[in-house]
């Protein structure tokens, strides 16, 4: 006697779908990601930092050094003498100031320490060192 056999279930997933669908959505984040540009006019090597935080909500005094003491301020080169003179110029009118500052890793620290007092010298309270 010959037994007819029943045809089995196939239980299998069909992997197919769910792999266009993560496709899909890896290029659309990857699309839709805003990529920061910093508008640097110095070739600078920043420091890395595991907790760095970016704030973009207030308009700040961008500072840039180089590692040969170069010194940019909005896109005008400057020595310290003329940061100096040029922030003693400046006016805020009431508005609470920040600034940040852009130094290459291999400047000596006390250039950096030293635009550090002349800002808070200025009566910037906010001052901010850019990392990676």
Not at 10 to 23: K, W
Not at 54 to 68: F, N, R
Not at 119 to 124: H, R, S, T, W
């Amino acid at each position: 006697m010959q037994f007819r056999r029943e045809e089995e279930d196939n239980f299998a997933l069909d992997m197919t779908p769910m792999i266009d669908v993560v496709f899909l959505l890896i290029i659309f984040f990857m699309v839709s990601t805003v990529f920061v540009d910093f508008s640097r006019r110095m070739d600078i090597n920043l420091p890395t930092s595991k907790s760095s935080v970016i704030d973009e909500t207030v308009k700040s005094l961008e500072i840039e050094m180089s590692k040969d003491k170069k010194i940019l301020m909005g896109g005008k080169p400057l020595t310290l003498l003329g940061l100096e003179t040029t922030l003693a110029k400046m006016e805020f009118k009431g508005k609470k100031q920040s600034a940040i500052i852009r130094a290459d890793k291999t400047l000596p620290y006390g250039d950096v320490i030293h635009v550090m007092g002349l800002l808070q010298k200025k009566g910037i309270p906010d001052i901010s060192v850019a990392v990676k």
